[in-house]
């Protein structure tokens, strides 16, 4: 996820959970299918809530209908596919701020109710464990945020999108909202004659009456919830090449087209400047998705990235700031959505790779320099690991807080870590691992403990001290070749030092000044 300079707010195969998160859920579940419903989770140290036990889903199947108004209830058919990994008597899905008007298991009419943000459903008959099982929830889904709950669907000028990074997924759809849960998509939209609908994946079926048209979409790579995106607008689709015939498609608003094209077109050599670096592009199609809205952020939603119109719009941000940005989105594809965080607290693979190719964009197309950039990060990282905690184990996030985990202890923080690295096995291996790291998880949950495990592998070397004290330290180590860099202490700072700090980071995806600090 990315923000840029403006002031930002938030919207960024393992088919089993692990053991260790699900052990303590599991028990509540099972021992206590005769108390009163009750919300579960995951057991994910910053989102205790978020994602269920007992169940792994295959497949969601979404319908939704849109009357042509962004502030009233779009009507909306959940039906979600997947296998009981315990004996169930009740299960819950994530899903707030929706009525629900009847739900399915197996095609028999269940019993449910609400528990904080969880759908609890009870069918007819238990459910054994390794059971193929079908859920249909119809309920409706209300695209008005709440005063205090940012995410879920994002109004825009002429339609809707979506913002579900990290835990909002569950405001559009039941759903098991946790990205350690990945799972196929299959998106429907309906909305009236003027307006157009996209969602990841590629198209598979155009449905048009007189006064309305039905869009079918279907992912052919599994995506964790938080990645949907769904867009409903008074839009253009404008269709390219890239790199070995891929499919490149954005959407922007219409009378947008031709002032936006000039960005759009630029897509193609991004891919394959990443493709240089780490390999093919892991995805079905690729493109940009601009939001007439004031969002304050962009967002990886899988081969669907979302930006706000402002960002190409508005002259103050230079063309290698506005490139670099779009980089960063396209980056995730493959760090972080591709290879997707087995929990929250992983958070620091996505952004820090993210920001790591962004950064090395810049330096290579724009000579804004990559050690630069380093360095005065390192000398705002103990107050970044202060105000958010390090790099590996981020602060929870705060009630209400609309900067939520994405602050920049993941973003600028976590890249100082990867560039710690390289300094460490050096650039020839370093590279080695970033090739192998999403070749060996594509389409994968993966966790630190595995980026550790592989780096030692590429590199030989043991490195359980270097990961403990770069990602979980209260202080930032010294930085591997470079001994005379500095943390700036609270009565000295230096210009680069205090812009670093003082600017959010960059994410959901946090807010950067262009050119602040040296070599932005």
């Not at 002031?7 to 579940?29: I, W």
């Not at 295959?58 to 296998?83: C, E, H, M, R």
């Not at 000039?262 to 897509?267: C, D, G, H, M, Y």
Request: hydrophobic letters at 35%; charged letters at 25%; one cysteine or more.
């Amino acid at each position: 996820m990315s923000l840029s300079a403006r002031p930002r707010r938030l919207p960024g195969r393992s088919r089993r959970l692990s053991a260790a998160l699900l052990a303590s859920a599991v028990s509540v579940c099972l021992l206590a299918a005769s108390a009163p419903p009750a919300p579960l989770g995951v057991g994910d140290r910053l989102f205790p809530h978020l994602g269920n036990p007992g169940y792994d889903v295959a497949s969601y199947d979404l319908s939704f209908t849109y009357s042509g108004s962004n502030d009233k209830p779009l009507q909306a058919v959940t039906t979600i596919d997947g296998w009981t990994t315990e004996a169930l008597d009740s299960l819950n899905l994530d899903f707030t701020h929706g009525e629900v008007r009847s739900v399915e298991v197996d095609g028999e009419p269940a019993a449910f109710t609400t528990a904080g943000e969880d759908l609890v459903i009870t069918p007819r008959k238990p459910l054994p464990r390794g059971d193929w099982m079908r859920v249909t929830v119809r309920h409706t889904s209300d695209p008005v945020s709440d005063e205090d709950r940012d995410g879920g669907w994002l109004r825009t000028a002429d339609g809707l999108a979506m913002a579900n990074q990290a835990d909002a997924a569950h405001l559009v759809f039941p759903s098991n909202d946790h990205p350690s849960d990945k799972a196929m998509f299959t998106i429907r939209v309906t909305a009236p004659e003027g307006y157009t609908a996209v969602a990841n994946g590629l198209a598979t079926d155009v449905k048009r009456t007189t006064r309305a048209t039905t869009w079918t979409y279907r992912t052919q790579h599994p995506m964790a919830t938080e990645l949907a995106q769904i867009s409903i607008g008074r839009s253009t689709v404008t269709r390219r090449e890239g790199p070995h015939g891929l499919p490149v498609r954005d959407v922007v608003p219409t009378k947008d087209r031709e002032t936006l094209e000039p960005w759009l077109k630029k897509t193609p050599d991004q891919i394959g400047w990443m493709e240089s670096k780490v390999g093919p592009y892991p995805f079905e199609t690729y493109g940009v998705l601009i939001a007439d809205a004031a969002t304050g952020f962009e967002l990886e939603t899988q081969t669907l990235s979302l930006f706000e119109k402002g960002l190409f719009t508005e002259p103050a941000y230079p063309q290698w700031y506005v490139e670099s940005i779009m980089v960063h989105e396209l980056a995730h594809q493959w760090f972080g959505d591709s290879v997707t965080p087995r929990t929250w607290s992983d958070l620091w693979l996505n952004e820090g790779h993210a920001t790591w190719y962004e950064a090395l964009y810049a330096e290579e197309k724009a000579d804004r320099t990559l050690e630069a950039r380093m360095k005065a990060a390192y000398g705002a990282s103990d107050r970044w690991r202060t105000a958010g905690g390090p790099p590996g184990a981020p602060k929870p996030p705060a009630p209400g807080q609309k900067i939520g985990i994405f602050r920049s202890n993941v973003y600028d923080g976590a890249a100082l870590v990867l560039f710690a690295l390289r300094e460490t096995i050096g650039v020839q291996a370093f590279d080695r691992l970033e090739r192998a790291w999403v070749r060996d998880h594509r389409d994968a949950n993966a966790s630190t403990a595995d980026f550790r495990h592989l780096a030692e592998e590429v590199s030989g070397r043991d490195l359980g001290t270097f990961f403990q004290e770069w990602l979980y330290a209260e202080k930032t180590p010294t930085m591997p070749g470079h001994p005379e860099w500095k943390a700036a202490t609270a009565t000295a700072r230096t210009p680069a030092v205090k812009a670093a700090e003082d600017t959010p980071a960059h994410g959901p995806d946090q807010a950067r000044e262009p050119g602040h600090g040296a070599g932005r």
